[in-house]
């Protein structure tokens, strides 16, 4: 049989354009995950400077002003100079428990990220237990700090790790607690699901007002969990030099910088999303949810109105938690165990029986 020269140039044509549509397939993959990081990366940046303009007008003193207009590139200067800094490591420590602390506490939280409705529709990955995969993914990050602690051969870094270890484990139970009962009342685990719960009755629908002591033990929890203060007791500079991160210096240094910056951002979008309504941006008898009806083809601007309205409410939550930092004093350690076990655990206990209840008796 002849097959002709032009039959013979098709079939490569053919074999080389499925070669490049798998190569587009892959990297549009990439795409979502890119884009996501990206922000993440200005959010983080953006909060630092937020947090030495506030803390500079809060002690009225004059804050980064000659990086970039109004001071907004100080923090990418301050990574920029760890990158190039020596990286130290401790002689008599262990260097793998060392090099690793760091790396799985920034990966965890960044992995949190994937399971938040930005938007309408923008999320990375829609979960059917996307909240509790919150959970479970930031509790490994305190397993980074006491690998950092330990294998730093300090005894002041140990003592932090175990500080973060014990910190983490007082108040991540009533936390816990609090989105059972916000997951009772939206009949998912899913953070999407729980969006579009609150969006149904609009601004009086959001889970603030039905849940007014379960947010309340939520955003302490959460300042906790992201160890601000008044609750930095792993990294106590009166008391522990720097914590875990004593022995630090250099990228390995930044990574704790950033995973503590990080995790603030991530703790407040869960605030947003659980009690917040998310995208949801409606206000007291004006429902923009038919708004939104109407411009269903406009696809794109509706996602953009709804990551705007998550940051700017995300953006509140920061605030708060950057005022609380540079307002109350620090706590001490009996102080602050004491307060997740004996008053926290208990109301958030009370608040999912209650939750539990009502849902019983409603239907």
């Given at each position: 049989m002849i097959i002709d020269l032009t039959e013979i140039q098709d079939i490569h044509f053919f074999f080389r354009l499925q070669f490049f549509k798998e190569i587009y397939g892959i990297l549009w993959v990439f795409v979502p995950i890119f884009i996501l990081i990206l922000g993440i990366t200005i959010s983080v940046l953006a909060i630092v400077w937020l947090e030495r303009e506030i803390s500079a007008?809060?002690?009225?003193?004059?804050?980064?002003?000659?990086?970039?207009?109004?001071?907004?590139?100080?923090?990418l200067a301050d990574g920029t100079k760890l990158l190039f800094k020596e990286n130290l490591i401790p002689s008599r420590g262990d260097i793998?428990?060392?090099?690793?602390?760091p790396s799985i506490s920034v990966i965890s939280i960044i992995i949190s990220y994937s399971v938040i409705p930005f938007g309408y529709?923008?999320?990375?990955?829609?979960?059917?237990?996307?909240v509790f995969l919150w959970i479970a993914i930031s509790s490994i990050a305190p397993i980074g700090l006491l690998m950092s602690g330990y294998g730093s051969n300090n005894k002041y870094s140990f003592l932090g790790g175990l500080r973060a270890a014990a910190q983490s484990i007082s108040y991540e139970i009533p936390l816990t607690l609090c989105v059972l009962s916000i997951s009772?009342?939206?009949?998912?685990?899913?953070?999407?699901?729980?969006?579009?719960?609150?969006?149904?009755?609009?601004?009086?629908?959001w889970n603030l007002w039905r849940q007014p002591m379960g947010f309340l033990v939520f955003l302490i929890s959460s300042l906790a969990e992201c160890e601000r203060l008044p609750f930095d007791l792993p990294e106590a500079e009166e008391e522990l030099i720097a914590g875990y991160q004593t022995e630090y210096s250099g990228i390995k240094f930044g990574l704790f910088y950033v995973a503590s910056y990080l995790n603030l951002f991530v703790s407040s979008l869960f605030v947003t999303v659980?009690?917040?309504?998310?995208?949801?941006?409606?206000?007291?008898?004006?429902?923009?949810?038919?708004?939104?009806?109407?411009?269903?083809?406009?696809?794109?601007?509706?996602?953009?109105?709804?990551?705007f309205i998550t940051l700017v409410k995300t953006y509140l939550f920061i605030f708060v938690s950057i005022t609380t930092r540079w307002t109350l004093p620090r706590l001490r350690i009996d102080q602050l165990l004491n307060l997740g076990w004996k008053f926290l655990l208990p109301i958030s206990l009370g608040n999912l029986l209650l939750t539990t209840s009502s849902q019983l008796f409603s239907l």
């Open positions: 007008g809060i002690q009225q003193r004059i804050g980064p002003e000659y990086t970039g207009p109004f001071g907004v590139l100080q923090a793998r428990l060392f090099s690793f602390g529709n923008f999320v990375l990955s829609d979960l059917n237990i996307g009772l009342l939206s009949n998912s685990l899913s953070t999407v699901d729980i969006v579009d719960a609150q969006s149904k009755y609009g601004f009086w629908g659980l009690y917040f309504g998310g995208s949801n941006i409606s206000i007291p008898y004006i429902f923009v949810s038919n708004f939104f009806e109407i411009h269903k083809t406009y696809g794109v601007f509706v996602t953009i109105i709804g990551i």
